[in-house]
T-cell receptor
Framework: QKEVEQDPGPLSVPEGAIVSLNCTYSNSAFQYFMWYRQYSRKGPELLMY????GNKEDGRFTAQVDKSSKYISLFIRDSQPSDSATYLCAMSANGQNFVFGPGTRLSVLP | DAGITQSPRHKVTETGTPVTLRCHQT?????MYWYRQDPGHGLRLIHY???????DKGEVSDGYSVSRSKTEDFLLTLESATSSQTSVYFCAISEPDTQAFFGQGTRLTVV
């Protein structure tokens, strides 16, 4: 079992849809949770950063962490074609040495 | 791009040759990382550094070495390149307990 699992996709949705991206993990020591967006042939860019459990909202993006279930989610509201990218979850126990999921490729169709 | 520059951006090399990739940062961040990204595997940690001359191995360190003689530079060396090391290599930087910022990547092809 991989330390971090992520729905591989690809995921295709119509413009304006709500998108749910999910990761599960096995290491209960993880405390730092991140979501990155990666466009084709570019480096990952940070979308959301949360510590411990709970929700965090930033514009159209909401990150949820449920440590009891070892499950994190990223919701994208009113999805746009510009949201088409690969989304990577990442987590860490100590604030360094981040472990990444394999990524979910999202396409938002106009 | 959070002040991170990777060089070269693209490289084609022959099997058995040594290759060095460079990561340069202008953020004065303490931690620097080298990852490789392959289809189906996501980002995997090769080596990381927690200070000048302080480095440690990651998940996939075999066949790679690193050096950090200055805060701003972190070098990744493939001692004798193999076709299995064809990949996209990303450098990242971070401060303790904060998120990592990534460079734009180096696309390496070993033929």
């Amino acid at each position: 079992q991989k330390e971090v699992e992520q729905d591989p996709g690809p995921l295709s949705v119509p413009e304006g849809a709500i998108v749910s991206l999910n990761c599960t993990y096995s290491n209960s020591a993880f405390q730092y949770f991140m979501w990155y967006r990666q466009y084709s042939r570019k480096g990952p860019e940070l979308l959301m950063y949360t510590y411990s459990s709970g929700n965090k909202e930033d514009g159209r993006f909401t990150a949820q962490v449920d440590k009891s279930s070892k499950y994190i989610s990223l919701f994208i509201r009113d999805s746009q074609p510009s949201d088409s990218a690969t989304y990577l979850c990442a987590m860490s126990a100590n604030g360094q040495n981040f472990v990444f999921g394999p990524g979910t490729r999202l396409s938002v169709l106009p | 791009d959070a002040g991170i520059t990777q060089s070269p951006r693209h490289k084609v090399t022959e099997t058995g040759t040594p290759v060095t990739l460079r990561c340069h940062q202008t953020e004065n961040h303490r931690y620097m990382y080298w990852y490789r990204q392959d289809p189906g595997h996501g980002l995997r940690l090769i080596h990381y550094s927690y200070g000048v001359k302080d480095t440690d191995k990651g998940e996939v360190s075999d066949g790679y070495s690193v050096s950090r003689s200055k805060t701003e530079d972190f070098l990744l060396t493939l001692e004798s390149a193999t076709s299995s090391q064809t990949s996209v290599y990303f450098c990242a930087i971070s401060e303790p307990d904060t998120q990592a910022f990534f460079g734009q990547g180096t696309r390496l092809t070993v033929v």
